[in-house]
């Protein structure tokens, strides 16, 4: 059964296109990723399904319920981490899961024993009677999810969870998540431009650029529709390269940010012909390494640029728009 049914999906600020008719459903206890760049969708769509912004056009449901027509009953299936920090500094733990408890009327007996049980599930219980603004990042965050988590929800979003924590605090947090989703069984869907974060948490990614999203599947499939090995080569003419290796046991070439791809079959058995070639032409070699696809050869695969490159393509087009609404 789908958790969260998406068809046509868009939404417009004036003539700036956040989101651009987007389709997908996601089954439940499925974890959902949402992989892209900044402003390339994710958090419009977010905020969309979690009934924050009304859809310009199509359709959306979330556990049954629209998004427009039925936006309490939405509200009270979603539990939702959003990217910018919502606790309340001065409060400690426990109080901000008990006025968060409160808001949704869980009883007083049942508010304590899941408050107890939350806080232990993300190893905060010894914090509880401290405050806030004592907490590192990877704390507040685990304490957003077990807040967010209290009314019990059918589904859980989380909207870029590890943007600017340290590798090791985002490890520890990969693996609560991954907790709750294998003892909770509830759906969660997550933003994400982190490749490694969505290639270990999610059953399936969809990629999302400029609105739209340009790939579905799971990450071993995105990765063997990309196909074979890969050699990445820097030499001083990369044209030229490109030009040279044009072999019949060559898939695909792309030239990109002054390096040459290589796709291919096997790229140990042509390692040795690859240098003959550049070598009988003149063209040195800077550096070669082969490799498997990765995510991020996925994300170039499918749209032209590197998800870098799209990073400041999407701030260009948000400053952009932002300049328009000035005037």
Same mark, same amino acid.
Request: proline share 3%; net charge negative.
């Given at each position: 059964?789908?958790?969260?049914?998406?068809?046509?999906?868009?939404?417009?600020?004036?003539?700036?296109?956040?989101?651009?008719?987007?389709?997908?459903?996601?089954?439940? =206890?499925?974890?959902?990723?949402?992989? =892209?760049?900044?402003?390339?969708?994710?958090?419009?769509?977010?905020?969309?399904?979690?009934?924050?912004?009304?859809?310009? =056009?199509?359709?959306?449901?979330?556990?049954?319920?629209?998004?427009?027509?039925?936006?309490?009953?939405?509200?009270?299936?979603?539990?939702?981490?959003? +990217?910018? +920090?919502?606790?309340? @500094?001065?409060?400690?733990?426990?109080?901000?899961?008990?006025?968060?408890? #409160?808001?949704?009327?869980?009883?007083?007996?049942?508010?304590?024993?899941?408050?107890?049980?939350?806080?232990?599930?993300?190893?905060?219980?010894?914090?509880?009677?401290?405050?806030?603004?004592?907490?590192?990042?990877?704390?507040?965050?685990?304490?957003?999810?077990?807040?967010?988590?209290?009314?019990?929800?059918?589904?859980?979003?989380?909207?870029?969870?590890?943007?600017?924590?340290?590798? +090791?605090?985002?490890?520890?947090?990969?693996?609560?998540?991954?907790?709750?989703?294998?003892?909770?069984?509830?759906?969660?869907?997550?933003?994400?431009?982190?490749?490694?974060?969505?290639? #270990?948490?999610?059953?399936?990614?969809?990629?999302?650029? +400029?609105?739209?999203?340009?790939?579905?599947?799971?990450?071993?499939?995105?990765?063997?529709?990309?196909? =074979?090995?890969?050699?990445?080569?820097?030499?001083?003419?990369?044209?030229?390269?490109?030009?040279?290796?044009?072999?019949?046991?060559?898939?695909?070439?792309?030239?990109?940010?002054?390096?040459?791809?290589?796709?291919? #079959?096997?790229?140990?058995?042509?390692? %040795?012909?690859?240098?003959?070639?550049?070598?009988?032409?003149?063209?040195?070699? @800077? %550096?070669?390494?082969?490799?498997?696809?990765?995510?991020?050869?996925?994300?170039?695969?499918?749209?032209?640029?590197?998800?870098? @490159?799209?990073?400041?393509?999407?701030?260009?087009?948000?400053?952009?728009?932002?300049?328009?609404?000035?005037?």
């Amino acid at each position: 059964m789908s958790a969260i049914h998406v068809k046509d999906l868009t939404k417009t600020f004036g003539a700036f296109t956040a989101v651009d008719g987007i389709s997908f459903e996601i089954e439940e =206890g499925e974890i959902f990723g949402l992989l =892209g760049p900044n402003g390339a969708g994710k958090t419009t769509t977010i905020s969309m399904l979690s009934t924050m912004l009304l859809p310009s =056009g199509g359709t959306a449901t979330v556990d049954g319920h629209n998004v427009v027509t039925e936006q309490d009953a939405v509200r009270r299936s979603i539990g939702i981490v959003f +990217q910018d +920090q919502s606790l309340d @500094e001065e409060l400690t733990a426990y109080e901000n899961m008990d006025f968060h408890g #409160r808001l949704y009327r869980i009883p007083s007996p049942l508010r304590e024993e899941r408050i107890a049980e939350l806080l232990g599930l993300v190893g905060l219980e010894g914090r509880k009677d401290d405050l806030v603004k004592t907490f590192s990042g990877g704390m507040r965050r685990r304490l957003e999810i077990a807040r967010g988590l209290l009314h019990r929800p059918r589904v859980l979003f989380l909207d870029e969870p590890t943007l600017g924590l340290d590798p +090791q605090t985002r490890n520890h947090l990969w693996e609560y998540i991954e907790n709750l989703n294998a003892e909770m069984g509830i759906t969660i869907i997550l933003t994400t431009h982190y490749m490694d974060e969505a290639d #270990r948490l999610c059953d399936r990614i969809a990629i999302i650029d +400029q609105g739209r999203i340009v790939a579905l599947d799971t990450s071993a499939r995105l990765k063997d529709a990309v196909g =074979g090995d890969l050699v990445l080569l820097r030499t001083a003419d990369p044209v030229r390269t490109a030009g040279v290796l044009a072999a019949p046991w060559v898939e695909r070439i792309e030239g990109h940010d002054g390096e040459v791809l290589i796709h291919l #079959r096997n790229a140990e058995r042509h390692i %040795s012909e690859i240098v003959t070639l550049l070598d009988r032409e003149g063209i040195g070699i @800077e %550096s070669l390494s082969v490799r498997k696809p990765t995510l991020e050869d996925v994300f170039l695969h499918y749209t032209g640029r590197s998800i870098r @490159e799209s990073e400041a393509d999407a701030g260009e087009r948000m400053r952009i728009h932002m300049r328009s609404r000035r005037h």
